[in-house]
């Protein structure tokens, strides 16, 4: 997958909700090893401050780990399936009210410089 830019949303929020993703379904699993930054950051084709970004994120919400010197893991904490799949979900519909947001301001936008151009 990588970061589209017609999306409303930021990089680093479609990376993260990418990995959230693949966390809720299974893809990755509990206590699997994440591929590093770099290495991340050209899937994705984003900088790796936008990777560091995301991790922050899901570090937060404690779907992932960082151990100094070995890397950053899935969490194994058994609860976390439940959540980061509601999280997944929210995500997915918090996406798209932004877009639906987005096109309705842009429709605003369009109506108020119509009738601003009336004689």
Same mark, same amino acid.
């Given at each position: ?36 930054? +770099? ?7 984003? !900088?790796?401050?936008? %990777?560091?970004?995301? /991790? =922050?994120? @899901? ?31 929210? +995500? ?7 877009? !639906?947001?987005?096109? %309705?301001?842009?429709? /605003? =936008?369009? @109506? ?8």
């Amino acid at each position: 997958m990588t970061v589209s830019q017609d999306d409303p949303r930021s990089a680093y929020e479609q990376v993260a909700d990418d990995l959230r993703r693949r966390i809720a379904s299974g893809a990755l699993k509990a206590g699997q090893r994440l591929d590093g930054n +770099a290495k991340m950051a050209e899937r994705y084709g984003v !900088a790796p401050m936008t %990777i560091r970004h995301a /991790l =922050d994120i @899901l570090r937060r919400e404690q779907l992932i780990v960082s151990q100094q010197g070995r890397g950053t893991f899935v969490a194994s904490d058994p609860v976390f399936a439940d959540s980061a799949e509601e999280a997944s979900t929210m +995500a997915d519909e918090l996406g798209e009210i932004k877009a !639906a947001l987005e096109l %309705i301001n842009s429709r /605003l =936008d369009r @109506l108020e410089t119509q009738v601003r151009e009336r004689p």
